[in-house]
């Protein structure tokens, strides 16, 4: 993969990382405004609050979970090794990157992963260390 199509990615992964560091700046503010929520606890029902508020977690949680993968790509694209699937080293089909550029895996590996995260549901993820720390 030449250096021209690596900077196409990158310039859709930073756009991306820009829109979710919106939408968690977002999900902040939503939570300070649930003070303001609690304040109307009165007027409002107890179980309909709750479940918007879970609502706010989950979807602050898949935004970091994506936020992950996206600084992971930035910094493989970084390395040079953009593009190569983690598990089995093939490449990942343009293609596929075109739809999912921080995908790390090809298809068939996503399957796979997918299939353990789910079932190591529990045991949390031990490769937090592969991020680079944003000063670097
Ligand atoms: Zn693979």
Do not use: W
């Not at 405004?33 to 029902?45: C, G, H, V, Y």
């Amino acid at each position: 993969m030449s250096g021209n199509k690596f900077s196409r990615f990158k310039d859709r992964l930073e756009g991306i990382r820009a829109n979710l560091l919106g939408d968690l700046k977002k999900t902040r503010q939503s939570n300070q405004e649930e003070e303001f929520t609690e304040m109307l606890a009165d007027f409002s029902d107890d179980a309909a609050r709750s479940f918007s508020r879970q609502m706010i977690l989950n979807l602050g949680e898949q935004e970091r979970e994506t936020l992950k993968l996206v600084e992971e790509a930035l910094y493989k694209i970084k390395n040079g090794d953009y593009g190569v699937c983690a598990r089995c080293t093939k490449s990942i089909p343009e293609a596929r990157l075109d739809i999912v550029p921080f995908a790390l895996h090809c298809v068939t590996c996503m399957d796979q992963v997918e299939k353990e995260k789910q079932r190591d549901h529990l045991i949390d993820d031990d490769r937090g260390s592969a991020i680079p720390a944003p000063n670097e």
